[in-house]
Structures are given as structure tokens and as C-alpha cells.
């Protein structure tokens, strides 16, 4: 099935304080992914820049005026949040490259998939907040411009290892979009509680699956199965998302799951079914978490195999 990845060369531009986790070395990571995909006949996009306009689908305008005023200069949000002089212009490069994956998918063939390689990750960043290392939420302004193009129905399935806070709070009131989120729990950020299920219009479109320290492989795909996968195939969504954080892997230095590269793989495939039986294949994958380098490498190669 035609893959393409979407990624920049200015994703290094973001730069955060010396010792910090989510570092531009990250960014030169997702750069050889890239360069490793496109010598083995692969296509990589370049990304668009997020507008004011795409932003504020799903973030206030004051917060959107936040992050720009602190252009041209370093500075702290939040004891994790940081920005650098050129750190708006990565942050809409990273939910642009979503906007384009998903105008890939869209417009694409049937079975057509993106991977979006992006730092600052997203899924943290609240409608008027920034925090977690995440500027703005990648994959909700990727899915609330899927719904400005006609969407009905869209999936967003997490399996970072930390509660996606910021996209279950921008689409819990609302039930064209069904968020999946699994997670050690309790830890950072404190929600993702399994009884946290929507409200109002959006009550039953939310699943939290809350994870165990120490978790293995095993016990999350026995969880997917059943709890994440059924829902999933009675909701029946026209694109389906992947917040794909790797800081589950059991090499990763700021969380306790245990998982592996081969396990992070069989659980992004079993997802990838899912779409082809509902929605023609067609998914986009964005990158969120991930600190131990290599764990980060090894699990790219393996979710790009899978997804071709």
C-alpha cells in the first residue's frame, strides 16, 4: 500500500536546554529514518506551515498569540515546555507535516498511509496551554482539518506511554471523533482514567486503557484486543490516526512499559487492520514520544515495514 513519510530537515531548529529529553538530537533520528526510506525508493514530503487559521481549530487564539510573542528568543513555559528563537516556526512545521499527511491520505489512492516524523510532539498541548515538551497538538489539528474537509468520523488511536491529556480534552464533548488512548497509569500527566469516557454529546466516544508499570507486550495487545479494537470497528472511521509515541519501548528513559520493538510493531499492524476493514486503509501516523535514540530508530524502521 502506497506509504509516504512527511518530514523537515528543520525539526533540528527547535532547541531545548542542555540534558533535556525531548532533544534536537531526536530530530536528527527521524532525519535518518527518512533518508534510510527514501534510498529504499520511498517518498518523503516536505511539510507546510500550519496557519493561524489551521491552529485554531483546536487551540484558542490567545494561546496561538502566546506562542508567536516569544519568537526570536529562548524561554521556559513550564519546567518541561521550552521554546528557542525559531521554536514557532518548527512547531507549525510539525502540525503542518499532519496537514499534509492527511491531504496525502486524502486524496490519495485507497490504502494510502502517512507517517509524520515531527518534533515538538503534540498530544500534551491543551486548546490554551502549552506543556509536556508540546507546543501545539499535532494530531488534533490534523484531525479537526480532516473534519473541515468532510470527515464524519475520525480515530485517534495513542499508545504513548503518558495519557494523551491534550487530545482527549479538545474532542471530549465530541462524537465525530472517537480518541483511544492507552498508558502507564498513574503517571505523568495524571488523567487517562478509565471511568474519563466523554461528556455530554462525546460521553462513550473516549476509551482509556490504563496501563501497569512493567507491562509487557502481552498484557497491551490483550487489552487492544478487548477493549480498543472493538470499539473501533463499531465506530467504523473514515481516517484513522496513530499517536505513535515509542516511550513505551523498554529502553525508554521516562517511562515503565516494557514493551519491545516487535510489540510496538504487531500492535500498530493490528490497528493498520482495523483501518483497512473501515475506512479503505487509509491512516496517518505522527510521531509523539521517544527519548532512548536508538529504540526510537529501530521502532520507525518496524512501524514503516508494517505499514507498507
Not at 529504499?40 to 502566546?66: C, M, N, Q, W, Y
Not at 495513542?158 to 465530541?174: R, S
Not at 510493531?265 to 479503505?280: F, G, I, Q, W
Request: glycine share 10%; aromatic share 6%.
Amino acid at each position: 500500500m502506497p506509504l509516504v513519510l512527511v518530514s523537515s530537515p528543520r525539526l533540528v531548529d527547535h532547541v531545548t536546554p542542555a540534558g533535556h529529553p525531548e532533544r534536537p538530537e531526536r530530530a536528527e533520528t527521524l532525519g535518518s529514518v527518512a533518508a534510510r526510506f527514501l534510498d529504499a525508493g520511498g517518498k518523503v514530503l516536505e511539510p507546510r506551515s500550519a496557519t493561524d487559521e489551521d491552529l485554531a481549530r483546536v487551540h484558542t487564539r490567545a494561546h496561538i498569540a502566546g506562542i508567536v510573542a516569544r519568537r526570536g528568543r529562548a524561554s521556559m513555559i513550564d519546567e518541561d515546555t521550552f521554546t528557542s528563537p525559531d521554536s514557532d516556526d518548527v512547531a507549525r512545521l510539525a502540525a503542518g507535516a499532519v496537514l499534509t499527511a492527511v491531504d496525502h491520505v486524502l486524496d490519495g489512492p485507497a490504502g494510502s498511509r502517512a507517517l509524520a516524523l515531527v518534533r515538538p510532539p503534540g498530544h500534551h498541548a491543551e486548546a490554551d496551554k502549552a506543556m509536556g515538551f508540546c507546543l501545539y497538538n499535532n494530531i488534533a489539528v490534523g484531525a479537526a482539518y480532516a473534519r473541515s474537509r468532510g470527515l464524519s468520523r475520525v480515530a485517534i488511536v495513542d499508545y504513548d506511554v503518558h495519557h494523551g491529556n491534550g487530545t482527549q480534552a479538545m474532542f471530549y464533548e465530541d462524537p465525530s471523533v472517537l480518541f483511544v488512548s492507552s498508558h502507564q497509569y498513574p503517571f505523568w500527566p495524571g488523567s487517562g482514567a478509565a471511568n474519563e469516557t466523554g461528556r455530554g454529546p462525546g460521553e462513550g466516544f473516549t476509551v482509556n486503557i490504563p496501563l501497569t508499570m512493567g507491562d509487557r507486550d502481552t498484557a497491551v495487545e490483550r487489552k487492544y484486543a478487548a477493549l480498543a479494537l472493538p470499539r473501533l470497528r463499531e465506530f467504523r472511521p473514515e481516517l484513522l490516526m496513530i499517536s505513535a509515541g515509542f516511550d513505551a519501548h523498554e529502553m525508554d528513559p521516562l517511562g515503565q512499559l516494557r514493551m519491545t520493538t516487535a510489540g510496538l510493531a504487531r500492535l500498530t499492524r493490528a490497528l493498520l487492520d482495523v483501518a483497512d476493514e473501515c475506512c479503505e486503509g487509509r491512516a496517518v501516523l505522527v510521531t509523539e514520544g521517544g527519548y532512548d535514540l536508538q529504540a526510537l530508530s529501530d521502532s520507525l524502521d518496524a512501524v514503516i515495514a508494517v505499514c507498507r
